[in-house]
T-cell receptor, first 107, second 114 residues
Framework: KNEVEQSPQNLTAQEGEFITINCSYS?????LHWLQQHPGGGIVSLFM???GKKKHGRLIATINIQEKHSSLHITASHPRDSAVYIC?????????FGTGTSLTVIP | DGGITQSPKYLFRKEGQNVTLSCEQN?????MYWYRQDPGQGLRLIYY???????QKGDIAEGYSVSREKKESFPLTVTSAQKNPTAFYLC?????????????FGPGTRLTVL
């Protein structure tokens, strides 16, 4: 069993749609990270949060510590948002990565 | 510009050969990491280093070796003992190894064994 589970695995949306990607974890964490991996392979850190909610542009990340659940929302989605989104939970110096959600936004 | 560089982007190796992947950072970060990514799986930690001249095995260290002679460099050698080395390799660094430190990733090296 993976310590971090993401859903859905694959997601296709029309441009402009509101998108939600979910992450559930089974370990006690000190922080939860959302990463974005573009087709070329490079990874960019989007958010790091340990409680509540963070917003950056059209991206919003939330976390519910009691339910061990985090969501990444994308408002007004755009084709350039097409990427793999990875959730990672950290405990001390240990990182647990989800398998990623592949998002395709169609014009 | 500060960042992490990995070279080469694509690497081909014959079976039985050792190969070294380069990772350099100019972010003045103490901690550096090597991950392996396979299709359908999450990133898996190979080795990490918290400080110069010190490194620790991750979850899948067998068949790999590293060195940390300089703060900015953390090369990974894939040895012939690694049974299935074809994968995408990512290097990362962070200011420290505590969980609230953001990790910065390099562009990756795709290794293919022929």
């Amino acid at each position: 069993k993976n310590e971090v589970e993401q859903s859905p695995q694959n997601l296709t949306a029309q441009e402009g749609e509101f998108i939600t990607i979910n992450c559930s974890y089974s370990v006690g964490i000190s922080a939860l990270h959302w990463l974005q991996q573009h087709p070329g392979g490079g990874i960019v850190s989007l958010f790091m949060l340990s409680s509540g909610k963070k917003k950056h542009g059209r991206l919003i990340a939330t976390i519910n510590i009691q339910e061990k659940h985090s969501s990444l929302h994308i408002t007004a989605s755009h084709p350039r948002d097409s990427a793999v989104y990875i959730c990672a939970a950290t405990t001390g110096n240990q990182f647990y990565f989800g398998t990623g959600t592949s998002l395709t936004v169609i014009p | 510009d500060g960042g992490i560089t990995q070279s080469p982007k694509y690497l081909f190796r014959k079976e039985g050969q050792n190969v070294t992947l380069s990772c350099e950072q100019n972010l003045n970060h103490d901690a550096m990491y090597w991950y392996r990514q396979d299709p359908g799986q999450g990133l898996r930690l190979i080795y990490y280093s918290q400080i110069v001249n010190d490194f620790q095995k991750g979850d899948i260290a067998e068949g790999y070796s590293v060195s940390r002679e300089k703060k900015e460099s953390f090369p990974l050698t894939v040895t012939s003992a690694q049974k299935n080395p074809t994968a995408f390799y990512l290097c990362a660094s962070s200011a420290g190894t505590l969980s609230y430190n953001e990790q910065f990733f390099g562009p990756g090296t795709r290794l293919t064994v022929l």
